[in-house]
């Protein structure tokens, strides 16, 4: 008996495969281009924001660069130049540690043949002051051949006098801030505004007097007068380290220790300065060498960039130790 065959399977099996519609390939062939198009939208996205990515850190390198114009050619005789700009701190600019180095560098270089300390501070430190005084004095006792000139753009305040007095002679112009030659404690006291608005100040000290210039605490008169004290002593050695530099040019000294200050013109009647004049008038016409080379000492770019750069990292850090609702 023969087997039965099914007709309609058979002819199922052997009929051609259904062929793609001309609109089915055209929506393929749209798919893909699209997807091809944004595919190049994206990478030439993604080449524009690391194009800008690295315009953005040459920029950033660049403004940090110091860009030292004042360049002369190896071998010139020139003016030596150093910066005290901002506050005189540790840690600053105008740091002790990099103004004597500066300094240091601009007396040794044997084509130097005068030093020109340009002064734009409001004041800052006794401490680093006084160390930028004495290694004035130190440089120029070791350097008898090279004077060393002070001059004021702006401001001489305070410990930039401490440090300017050191000079052989001092300039400014005339309308240039000299002068506060004092020291100066000051805080707040709060506590009839304690009292009035009924809080109690629990201060826990060991030490009679550790809790001294607390603002939260009635005065003690033996505690300002020690504190009173330690400024006198402070305000005794300005007053002699500007006696010793200025010496017998100084006028009225009662007012020049004062705590006053005065405009570059008032400052050269009572003898804290001695002329008028900008660094590039004292090498010209002072010194006889116009040109200058500048010896400040500045942190360069990489040193910046890692400052920065560890602030960044430390700022969330410092940040979650201060903070206890972050722990």
Partial sequence: MEPE????????????????????QDAIVKLASAGLREQRRARRWGIFFKSLGFA????????????NLSELPDGTQHTAMVEMTGIIADGETASAHNVNSGLRAAFENPRS?????????????????????????????????????????????????????????????????????????DGFGFVEAMEKLGVERRLMIAGKHKGLLDPFSPEEPFEKAHVQKLLDEIHQQFIEAVRQGRGDRL?????????????????LEI?????????????????????????????????????????????????????????
């Fill in 56 to 67: 953005y850190l040459g920029l950033f390198l660049i403004a940090m660069m110091d860009w």
């Fill in 251 to 267: 006028i009225d000294e009662e007012e020049v220790f004062s705590g006053l200050f005065w405009t570059g013109e008032q400052a």
């Fill in 113 to 185: 043949v005068a030093v020109i300390l340009k002064i734009n501070s409001p004041g800052g430190s006794p401490v680093q002051a006084g160390y930028i005084n004495r290694e004035i004095t130190r440089l120029r006792d070791l350097h008898p051949e090279k004077p060393l000139y002070a001059v004021v753009t702006d401001v001489c305040a305070s410990g930039g006098v401490f440090a300017a007095v050191a000079a052989d002679e001092i300039y400014a112009d005339k309308a240039s801030i000299v002068g506060s030659i004092g020291v100066m404690m």
């Fill in 271 to 327: 003898g804290l300065v001695d002329g008028f004049g900008s660094p590039g008038y004292v090498a010209r016409e002072v010194v006889g060498v116009a040109g200058i080379q500048d010896y400040t000492q500045r942190e360069d770019v990489l040193q910046r960039f890692a400052k920065r750069l560890g602030s960044a990292l430390l700022s969330p850090v410092r940040e979650l130790l201060v903070n206890p609702a972050l722990r």
């Fill in 5 to 24: 065959i099914n007709l309609e399977g058979e002819r199922e099996r052997l009929r051609p495969a259904r062929t793609v519609s001309s609109w089915e």
